[in-house]
């Protein structure tokens, strides 16, 4: 097996199955070394919780970008999902732009929105820098909602294929050389991940469960990082991690007062499986 180290940015919530606490996981259990650089410590997501601490960590990042360059560290992959601050996103470029190995496989989830709305912590200069990170990925895999902030599209709960090709190409005009555009959902109760890649498009369709469950995203995105960097192909490793998320939800419907994120633990195995 051809051993691998990534790196993933992105914040630790002690509680609330997301970011680092899903990345970290998900990421070695595909079978590649996973470094992290938090952006922020909070007590837990900022979804649904009231009065939760947030520890920036902006100022760190360059010592240890310092030091990680002095110790000649690289990575095969680096992937960032939510980050701490908007002054972070230029750290975090030089963090890309200093530590990636050749052929390092850029990942960014602009994890900044969803349902039509930012998150709470994050504004319009936010967007403004997030853009600058998109432009340097490899693969963009932003949900509709961050994809119409990055775009200055309308956001839209119904649409056709135009609007979604119309996002696509505002995505790609960005910088950003290929896109996983998740939650695209053509008819009722079905929903999918298009992915566009070297020009072409193609769509993975798959059931909708009702009642949307927090955290998905970071488990999509750590399991197509893990699938990709295993050697899939970008459609394959979008189908896994879809697949993979599919699986998380329902087994989070066994207990529904479990509601600030996903049990993916349970299904580890067969996200495991396919890899
Ligand atoms: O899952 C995305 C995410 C990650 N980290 C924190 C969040 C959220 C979404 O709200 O609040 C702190």
């Known amino acids: ?39 922020a410590v909070l007590s837990t997501h900022t979804m649904g919780f009231t009065g939760y601490t947030f520890r920036d960590l902006t100022e760190d990042m360059p010592n240890i970008c310092a030091h990680w360059q002095k110790e000649g560290l690289t990575f095969d992959g680096i992937y960032t999902g939510y980050l701490g601050s908007a002054k972070q996103i230029e750290y ?7 530590t990636a190995a050749d052929g390092c ?39 509709i909602t961050e994809a119409c902030f990055l775009t200055g599209m309308d956001y839209r709960t119904k649409y056709d294929h135009t609007y979604i090709d119309e996002l696509i190409a505002k995505l790609c005009a960005l910088g950003a050389k290929n896109v996983i555009l998740t939650g695209v ?4 109760g079905r929903t999918g991940v298009v992915v566009y890649e070297n020009g072409e498009k193609q769509y993975y369709e798959h059931e909708q ?10 488990i999509y995105a750590s399991a197509f990082v893990g699938a990709k960097l295993r050697g899939k192909t970008a459609y394959e490793a979008a189908q896994i991690a879809a697949d993979y998320v599919v699986e998380c939800i329902l087994e989070s419907q066994k207990d529904t007062t479990h509601t600030y994120g996903a049990r993916f633990e349970p299904v580890l195995g067969k996200l495991i499986a396919r890899i």
Request: glycine letters at 8%; hydrophobic letters at 45%.
């Open 105 to 143: 496989l850029v990942v960014i989830d602009p994890a900044m929105a969803d349902n039509g709305n930012l998150y709470p912590a994050f504004d319009l200069d936010f967007v403004a820098e997030m853009k600058k990170l998109c432009a340097g990925a490899d693969y963009l895999l932003p949900n």
């Open 185 to 188: 959902s053509y008819a009722k």
């Open 1 to 39: 097996m051809n051993y691998k180290r990534v790196l993933t940015i992105q914040d630790i919530s002690c509680v609330g199955q997301c970011s680092l606490t899903v990345a970290l996981p998900i990421i070695s259990a595909c079978g590649i070394e996973t470094s992290v650089l938090p952006s």
């Open 209 to 218: 469960i009702a009642g949307g469950v927090h955290g998905t995203g970071d």
């Open 92 to 98: 975090v470029q030089n963090i890309i732009a200093k």
